[in-house]
């Protein structure tokens, strides 16, 4: 994992000294509330329906186990005891105090932590791929690429008042999962047929209001190039992006207006100012991140042997069994696998954790993973390098603590965002919907059969929820003062995004389990073997399950 | 516009020489003012001696298209970039282009709408002087020049980024 030098502690450092002076401005009257308002978003400060919630930038979601603990510490001294992951691998207190927000950031900079720019029209903090380095299929790991795009942001003088938030996503694999097609410049680190390593870039992708597939503006961007091209996107949009109206104000609103050909043309127009200037990367540099990101001290292991061990607990032990088949991702070292810790059980806001929680996930990655954990956008936590001969063990505790709902990638491990219980811009609340859920769907063999489905659900469009790429979204709207869902199906944040069709008129809140009920029977009836939700939604269209939920 | 008495420049607190006017003022033989692109570019041949003795200073919006308008520009001893409201984050971007890519070495103000908090950053951007809104403690504010002694970027007053200048 990256570690701050002295130059990083001293920024921010600086930067909360920066903030303190802001907040007793604020508290003694001198700065105006408007003035205020996007100085505290910058330090990851807002203001929700019930209290302020501070978001803590995980970058890119890689956490350390004495990270965890000081979470979990400044949620008990500072707020009601748990957290919540976000689904850009953040994790957000619900209940502090604006006045103690500095000595929490204080707090948090002693482990290597800050808020910086998660939130406010600046660029937000960097995610990727939650199997980052690990990953059986991945070509390159994209942590260092993603450091580098942490500190070239953080504070960034030109681009900290742009028209609209900015929010830049890296993967080194083709299984996407980081929604790259989805974010303002979704980066592909990719080697080219010399073997040299540069980044396919994509612009424009976003859910929201308008919900947009990223276009491609470069094929091969050679990796020392990557923060001058990132300064040239950045310009672009910082000149030329609407300011008049926030819905508009997006970058895919420009690349839309412009055409991307046209978008395109600027971006290479402004960066031939800037490549091989003085920001051009170094090799040293690139060197240097990536010596943060090596290869922990695995052992040799023979994987069939272990696997073999592994296969005979599984086969007397069902809910082992079980939990292996859904909770476990492949590792691309022998006898290593990669496990998720569920946050999802039934009645508990899918992503909060406690602070008790926190220490035990501290605790687990220390015994099992060299001390290193991650965030996920599917608000769960991967250990990413566990010994396959210490699975068995490692169940038993993280079942013990409550992590082991064996349900990652089925129905119940809902993607939801905070919704009308905390969030002031929710139409409608979203964390009873998602229990509702959980609750009709409870029996875990018709939820393994059904496999992989992604359920995504956000309070409204926003679409903190992900809900456009959900296979199955959920959207609180607002009818009238009532609360109302929109349901949208076929969506995809894999590699092969793709945005969710509306199925209809919204439906009230206790009428969505069996609409949910009638669109996974369609599912069922007309699958073919083996095949996924989403595949036999691509195959058959809307039509069946519109007719099934609209039926009189 | 502001147009205070006093002025932050070079980081300290000074009296403004300048004075910013508006499109349809008409008394062009004046020193010191501060002219709206337009009504220079209505006026260029008339001004261009003045211009190059420093007496006459330019304003430029956020929306300036300076890769088609730019001609001359390295000459005025002042440029003002006008910020509509402190959230308007084109003139960060000006600033650079200017400094970095048209030449201008005179003395580049940020006028209008932009904060105390914002003047580090308006710094590293090149600015050299700041006319502040008038209800804004002077005083204070210039003190918030030095929040941060470091950046992990290039700009105008640190063209080298940390990453080459790291031990
Ligand atoms: S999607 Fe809407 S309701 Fe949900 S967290 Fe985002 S802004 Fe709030």
Redesign the interface.
Known sequence: MYQYDPYDHQIITQRIAQFRGQTERYLSGELKAEEFLPLRLQNGLYVQRLAPMLRINVPYGMINSTQLRRLARITRDYDKGYAHITTRQNIQLNWPDLADVPDILAELAEVEMHATQSSGNCIRNTTSDQLAGVAVEEEIDPRPYCEIIRQWSTLHPEFAFLPRKFKIAVTGSNSDRAAINVHDIGLRVIKNEQGEIGFRVIVGGGLGRTPVIGSLVREFLPEKDLLTYLDAILRVYNLLGRRDNKYKARIKILVKALGVEKFAELVEAEWAHLANGEATLTQTEIDRCKNFFTEPAYVTIDDNAAQAEVDAIAADNIAFEKWLSRNLCGHKVPGYAAVVLALKPTGVAPGDVTDRQLEIIADLADKYSFGEARTTHDQNIVLAEVKKSELFSLWQEAKAAGFATPNIGTLTDVICCPGGDFCSLANAKSIPIAEAIQRRFDDMDYVYDLGDIDLNISGCMNACGHHHVGHIGILGVDKKGKEFYQIQLGGDSSENTALGKVLGPAFGETEIPDIIAGILNVFVENRHDGEQFVETYNRIGLAPYKERAYAK | MPNNTLVIKDGKITDNLWKIVSEDHSDLTQDGIILPYSLWLANQNELSQRVSEGKIGLLLE??HNLQEQNEGIADFALIAINFPG?????G???A?LLRE?YGFTGELRASGGV?R??L???Q??GFSSFDLDADI?IEAAVE?LN?????????VDL??????R?A
Do not use: A, H, K
């Not at chain 2, 402190?86 to 084109?90: N, P």
């Not at chain 2, 063209?159 to 080459?164: G, H, Q, V």
């Open positions: 956020g929306d402190f959230m308007d984050g084109r960060f971007s000006v650079r890519r904060i908090d914002q580090c950053y308006l590293r951007c403690n918030s929040d941060f002694s470091e950046g992990y970027q290039i700009s063209p080298t980024p940390l990453f080459r790291r």
